[in-house]
T-cell receptor, first 111, second 114 residues
């Protein structure tokens, strides 16, 4: 039972355009959502998070949107840069402090 | 400079041998985790520990063992019972108090069975 799903395994975007990565979840008890970025042969690094009481959080080029009624999370990267090419994981916390990860989306930003 | 250290970065094991992957953190985090990543796949939870001297099985614990004798250390042993151990292994830690940053991950160990 996948509680956090990233339905697009890959996404290709032109440099300078917007990248939109999507994530759906099923557990309404999740109270915190995060995005991680991962390069090959490295550990994931934290990118941005959002509490379930908010619907938007912005940090520089990265914005996360949360639609609780649709149980949908998205990450917007504007403008996209070649260095953003990586695998992005969305993740959600339950009250027990355990993170549930999505399967990841590989973003390729073409120069 | 606080962080989480995994060693070695690359490890080769002969079939039938046990091997131990090291994970050390100096972040004063209470919880620690082990994940496995296969090519093109997501992160699968092997074991986790919320406090010292206690740990729980994750989704794919068979063929693995752990210990948590110190807060800073959470070594993972890949035993000969693990049928397909070649993978990229990630250790992580987290604080009960600060949830906004989620888990802090190490840089990983790539294990190859030869």
């Amino acid at each position: 039972d996948q509680q956090v799903k990233q339905n697009s395994p890959s996404l290709s975007v032109q440099e300078g355009r917007i990248s939109i990565l999507n994530c759906d979840y099923t557990n309404s008890m999740f109270d915190y959502f995060l995005w991680y970025k991962k390069y090959p042969a490295e550990g994931p690094t934290f990118l941005i998070s959002i509490s379930s009481i908010k619907d938007k959080n912005e940090d520089g080029r990265f914005t996360v949107f949360l639609n609780k009624s649709a149980k949908h999370l998205s990450l917007h990267i504007v403008p996209s840069q070649p260095g953003d090419s990586a695998v992005y994981f969305c993740a959600a916390f339950n009250a027990g402090n355990m993170l549930t990860f999505g399967g990841g989306t590989r973003l390729m930003v073409k120069p | 400079d606080g962080g989480i250290t995994q060693s070695p970065k690359y490890l080769f094991r002969k079939e039938g041998q046990n091997v131990t992957l090291s994970c050390e953190q100096n972040l004063n985090h209470d919880a620690m985790y082990w994940y496995r990543q296969d090519p093109g796949q997501g992160l699968r939870l092997i074991y986790y520990s919320q406090i010292v001297n206690d740990f729980q099985k994750g989704d794919i614990a068979e063929g693995y063992s752990v210990s948590r004798e110190k807060k800073e250390s959470f070594p993972l042993t890949v035993t000969s019972a693990q049928k397909n151990p070649t993978a990229f292994y990630l250790c992580a830690s987290s604080s009960w108090v600060v949830r906004g940053y989620g888990y802090t991950f190490g840089s990983g160990t790539r294990l190859t069975v030869v």
